[in-house]
């Protein structure tokens, strides 16, 4: 992928976690990069192809960042880290999470690409909670607790909400 691509990428990424698919346009990306609207088409002819490969990119990072849970002691810790990470770094929300909030807008493709986000997370963490008598559920509890939490944390500025829902999902795990 050509550095102009990356650039855009980027651009759409921040957009979208910072106020959701309207917020960003090809104008908007191209007055960003100071070049022209037709350079950013020519790198993602559609706004869905866009929305695509910026969700599939994220997605790809995301479990980069989470490698395998037999590769961590504390593998629930890990993984509250590294949406702590990310929301400690920028701010912002999960993509992914943002998206969802909006899928009725969506391309049946990036709905698609949602669904499977949620899916290897629940698998990752029913992996991480082998062992636990109630890890089927737990893995959506936790889940998309720290997805809502991560929106509000964004949303309010104040990370020691999410922090607190982390600590406290790990303690009722624990028990």
């Not at 037709?38 to 869905?48: C, D, G, I, L, Q």
């Not at 990119?57 to 479990?63: E, Q």
């Not at 961590?72 to 880290?81: I, M, T």
């Not at 889940?143 to 600590?167: C, Q």
Request: glycine share 6%.
């Amino acid at each position: 992928m050509s550095g102009t691509a990356e650039k855009i990428l980027n651009i759409a990424e921040k957009s979208i976690r910072e106020g959701g698919v309207h917020a960003f346009s090809f104008r908007k990306i191209a007055d960003e990069l100071g070049i022209k609207s037709a350079s950013v088409h020519y790198h993602f002819a559609t706004k869905e192809a866009l929305l695509l490969a910026v969700s599939e990119r994220y997605t790809r990072f995301f479990f980069q960042a989470l490698s395998q849970p037999e590769e961590h002691k504390d593998a629930l810790g890990h993984y509250v880290s590294v949406f702590s990470r990310a929301l400690a770094e920028d701010g912002k929300a999960c993509l992914c999470g943002i998206l969802a909030a909006e899928s009725g807008q969506l391309d049946p493709e990036l709905r698609k690409l949602l669904r499977e986000f949620e899916a290897n997370n629940i698998a990752w963490l029913k992996k991480a909670l082998a062992g636990h008598q109630k890890r089927e559920a737990l893995a959506s509890v936790v889940f998309f607790s720290l997805e809502g939490a991560m929106t509000f944390a964004a949303l309010t500025g104040d990370l020691a909400h999410f922090t607190k829902v982390g600590k406290t999902l790990r303690a009722l795990i624990a028990e």
